[in-house]
């Protein structure tokens, strides 16, 4: 910033007016990004440290130090966790099937996963509840079959709670991995191939590495969103499962605890960017 | 096993995409520490042959053979061939010494003889100095080179090259034909290359194999090759030429007499009296003025462009046809714009080519 604020006195006029165009392009998002998010995060972390006597680490204690809080985050966790190693499973041969994929085959597929990001993530978790729940779709399906004869209990376990959110976070895992498998050069693992390396050992040493920058990407996007989920922890386990996010609504909407609320915010804020710092520097191109 | 003991062997080797026969029933042997290019125009199958033998396209028909092995159902990493590629394909995320190690990591080898061999192996392309740098930050020249490197360094039984040349710069590329041969004998390799390319054909290779149609037409030294080019194809291909169309009046003694729109010509060859043919010379052939019992025809000059140590002259020999000659400045005048003048060249340098076969 300030590098760009100064004139650099000796360099030719194209390069000043190519650093000022660079400035003014920037200018606007940045204007936006400080105004309505910065700002915001600043104003949290303030509220999450300051009562009305003062300087305060009286809401961190409570959740750092409390059990039941450090099971929230253990859920929060756990959920995000969960989630983006399921998708990640499901998404990397996927991506490839995808990428393999010609003609109107191709355009189904795609259509099929960016589709679904039309819809609503509440309608999206409700059409999960109704196929779940013991009158659900499933549950009638498998009794009109006699593979069971009472329902099963599905919703408002935490499998059911994975399996959605998989379910809707698939395409942020897919999306970025597919980008680049699609883009890999075939003749690399021929290769590969040609050097003496197996298909195994050409995944390991070429495939893989080669198709890390999409896999981090996609572990950054969907780690990020489940682990701050609220809509579909909310609906598909309830109260049993509280998490970070729906305790933060708890604390602004039931208890009316802003300080709270913006510790347990501060506190999500954390793991999302160590996460996506870890990944960032994962990504940096190795030595 | 001696040196002039065959080394790879193709035989039959047929290969159909759908209705379009690629490959049709191809035969080559190549002996050790031979240098050999596939040279045809795109689509004539040499990639796909090329491909068969790395083992990365499967035959639909016939056999590979390679040092005294059957390999027509080993997959390609077992195989020990070095594949060079059009566009190189070295592992962006390797460095340059990464890269060469490849497939002496992979055959697990030793750390201590890996760093020996890269080493040897990136001194041999002169690249000794980058070892550590990133794939991105070479140049199109020194990425051919580690490319080079990384094959040469798994000690092939045969080096493929897939038109390894062709997206280097006219200059450079010149330079690394004849690098490349040389480095190519001193390390006594077999290596067969693909390419479009008939002056990197020439220079590179101690024979030629010429293809058209998933056939190969011509299997020959360079230098016959262009004195006596097997077919039509292989003529156009290779070489500049005269050609004038025309239809057998005699034949006999693998001589033919042939009855054009310039004249009567005589030829080689062996044809019926009544087939139409096309009668052909090389450029350097033609002199001006009569020559004893040599073919002649004449006509009025349509161009002449000097190339240093030759100059060549086309002439217009009327009814549709002309004559392509190449005058040293030794033969004495060079003729000028429009002058009408007479060719002729001898008759043991005359070729004849079916007529069909220039479909």
């Given at each position: 910033m300030t590098e760009a604020a100064l004139p650099a006195p000796v360099s030719a006029p194209a390069v000043d007016r190519e650093r000022l165009a660079a400035v003014g392009f920037v200018l606007p998002s940045f204007v936006i990004i400080a105004g309505v998010f910065a700002l915001p995060l600043v104003l949290?972390?303030?509220?999450?440290?300051?009562?009305?006597?003062?300087?305060?680490?009286?809401?961190?204690?409570?959740?750092?130090?409390?059990?039941?809080?450090?099971?929230?985050?253990?859920?929060?966790?756990?959920?995000?966790?969960?989630?983006?190693?399921?998708?990640?499973?499901?998404?990397?041969?996927?991506?490839?099937?995808?990428?393999?994929?010609?003609?109107?085959?191709?355009?189904?597929?795609?259509?099929?996963?960016?589709?679904?990001?039309?819809?609503?993530?509440?309608?999206?978790?409700?059409?999960?509840?109704?196929?779940?729940?013991?009158?659900?779709?499933?549950?009638?399906?498998?009794?009109?079959?006699?593979?069971?004869?009472?329902?099963?209990?599905?919703?408002?376990?935490?499998?059911?709670?994975?399996?959605?959110?998989?379910?809707?976070?698939?395409?942020?895992?897919?999306?970025?991995?597919?980008?680049?498998?699609?883009?890999?050069?075939?003749?690399?693992?021929?290769?590969?191939?040609?050097?003496?390396?197996?298909?195994?050992?050409?995944?390991?040493?070429?495939?893989?590495?080669?198709?890390?920058?999409?896999?981090?990407a996609?572990?950054?996007?969907?780690?990020?969103?489940?682990?701050?989920?609220?809509?579909?922890?909310?609906?598909?386990?309830?109260?049993?499962?509280?998490?970070?996010?729906?305790?933060?609504?708890?604390?602004?909407?039931?208890?009316?605890?802003?300080?709270?609320?913006?510790?347990?915010?501060?506190?999500?804020?954390?793991?999302?960017i160590?996460?996506v710092a870890?990944?960032a520097?994962?990504s940096r191109e190795?030595? | 096993?001696?040196?002039?003991?065959?080394?790879?062997?193709?035989?039959?080797?047929?290969?159909?995409?759908?209705?379009?026969?690629?490959?049709?029933?191809?035969?080559?042997?190549?002996?050790?520490?031979?240098?050999?290019?596939?040279?045809?125009?795109?689509?004539?199958?040499?990639?796909?042959?090329?491909?068969?033998?790395?083992?990365?396209?499967?035959?639909?028909?016939?056999?590979?053979?390679?040092?005294?092995?059957?390999?027509?159902?080993?997959?390609?990493?077992?195989?020990?061939?070095?594949?060079?590629?059009?566009?190189?394909?070295?592992?962006?995320?390797?460095?340059?010494?990464?890269?060469?190690?490849?497939?002496?990591?992979?055959?697990?080898?030793?750390?201590?003889?890996?760093?020996?061999?890269?080493?040897?192996?990136?001194?041999?392309?002169?690249?000794?100095?980058?070892?550590?740098?990133?794939?991105?930050?070479?140049?199109?020249?020194?990425?051919?080179?580690?490319?080079?490197?990384?094959?040469?360094?798994?000690?092939?039984?045969?080096?493929?090259?897939?038109?390894?040349?062709?997206?280097?710069?006219?200059?450079?590329?010149?330079?690394?034909?004849?690098?490349?041969?040389?480095?190519?004998?001193?390390?006594?390799?077999?290596?067969?290359?693909?390419?479009?390319?008939?002056?990197?054909?020439?220079?590179?290779?101690?024979?030629?194999?010429?293809?058209?149609?998933?056939?190969?037409?011509?299997?020959?030294?360079?230098?016959?090759?262009?004195?006596?080019?097997?077919?039509?194809?292989?003529?156009?291909?290779?070489?500049?030429?005269?050609?004038?169309?025309?239809?057998?009046?005699?034949?006999?003694?693998?001589?033919?007499?042939?009855?054009?729109?310039?004249?009567?010509?005589?030829?080689?060859?062996?044809?019926?009296?009544?087939?139409?043919?096309?009668?052909?010379?090389?450029?350097?052939?033609?002199?001006?003025?009569?020559?004893?019992?040599?073919?002649?025809?004449?006509?009025?000059?349509?161009?002449?462009?000097?190339?240093?140590?030759?100059?060549?002259?086309?002439?217009?020999?009327?009814?549709?046809?002309?004559?392509?000659?190449?005058?040293?400045?030794?033969?004495?005048?060079?003729?000028?714009?429009?002058?009408?003048?007479?060719?002729?060249?001898?008759?043991?340098?005359?070729?004849?080519?079916?007529?069909?076969?220039?479909?």
């Open positions: 949290l972390l303030g509220v999450s440290i300051v009562d009305a006597n003062g300087l305060t680490f009286a809401h961190y204690k409570r959740l750092l130090g409390t059990p039941y809080y450090l099971g929230v985050i253990w859920n929060s966790l756990r959920l995000g966790l969960l989630t983006t190693l399921i998708a990640f499973l499901i998404s990397y041969p996927a991506a490839f099937a995808l990428a393999r994929a010609r003609g109107p085959l191709r355009s189904v597929l795609l259509a099929t996963l960016f589709l679904p990001l039309a819809a609503s993530v509440i309608v999206k978790a409700f059409a999960w509840t109704i196929l779940l729940r013991s009158d659900g779709i499933v549950n009638e399906t498998l009794m009109a079959l006699g593979i069971i004869e009472d329902p099963i209990r599905m919703i408002f376990t935490e499998t059911a709670l994975i399996v959605g959110a998989v379910n809707i976070f698939l395409p942020f895992m897919i999306l970025p991995i597919y980008a680049i498998v699609a883009q890999l050069d075939p003749r690399y693992a021929e290769a590969a191939s040609t050097l003496g390396a197996s298909p195994v050992v050409t995944f390991f040493r070429v495939i893989l590495p080669l198709t890390l920058p999409g896999i981090i996609g572990v950054a996007l969907v780690f990020s969103l489940s682990v701050s989920a609220y809509v579909v922890p909310t609906l598909l386990i309830g109260e049993k499962y509280p998490t970070l996010a729906t305790t933060i609504a708890k604390a602004y909407l039931l208890a009316r605890e802003p300080g709270f609320g913006a510790a347990a915010g501060v506190v999500l804020l954390a793991i999302a160590a996460i870890l990944s520097r994962l190795p030595k | 096993m001696s040196e002039s003991s065959p080394h790879l062997v193709v035989r039959g080797v047929s290969k159909r995409y759908g209705p379009t026969t690629v490959l049709d029933h191809i035969d080559l042997t190549i002996r050790r520490g031979e240098l050999v290019t596939l040279l045809g125009p795109s689509g004539c199958g040499k990639t796909t042959l090329l491909r068969a033998i790395a083992g990365l396209v499967q035959p639909d028909t016939g056999k590979v053979e390679l040092a005294g092995r059957d390999i027509t159902n080993v997959p390609p990493h077992k195989r020990n061939v070095g594949v060079v590629f059009q566009s190189y394909a070295l592992f962006p995320h390797l460095t340059v010494a990464g890269n060469v190690a490849f497939g002496l990591k992979v055959r697990g080898m030793a750390r201590r003889e890996i760093d020996i061999a890269v080493e040897r192996a990136l001194a041999l392309v002169k690249l000794g100095h980058l070892a550590g740098r990133r794939i991105s930050a070479l140049s199109g020249g020194q990425q051919q080179r580690v490319a080079l490197a990384r094959a040469i360094a798994v000690e092939p039984d045969v080096l493929l090259f897939d038109e390894a040349l062709s997206a280097l710069d006219r200059k450079l590329r010149e330079e690394m034909q004849v690098e490349l041969r040389r480095l190519l004998q001193d390390v006594k390799a077999t290596a067969i290359f693909v390419t479009h390319d008939q002056d990197e054909a020439l220079t590179m290779s101690d024979r030629v194999a010429v293809m058209n149609k998933g056939r190969i037409e011509q299997l020959a030294e360079p230098r016959e090759l262009y004195l006596r080019p097997a077919s039509l194809f292989a003529l156009n291909f290779v070489g500049l030429s005269t050609r004038i169309a025309g239809t057998v009046l005699a034949a006999g003694n693998g001589k033919v007499d042939v009855e054009t729109r310039v004249g009567r010509l005589s030829a080689l060859g062996n044809f019926q009296a009544g087939s139409p043919v096309i009668v052909a010379a090389r450029p350097e052939q033609l002199r001006l003025g009569e020559q004893g019992e040599a073919n002649s025809a004449a006509g009025r000059v349509r161009s002449v462009v000097f190339q240093g140590s030759r100059t060549l002259v086309e002439v217009d020999a009327g009814a549709g046809e002309s004559l392509l000659a190449e005058l040293s400045g030794r033969d004495g005048a060079i003729p000028r714009l429009h002058d009408e003048i007479r060719l002729s060249w001898p008759v043991a340098e005359t070729f004849a080519f079916p007529m069909e076969a220039q479909a």
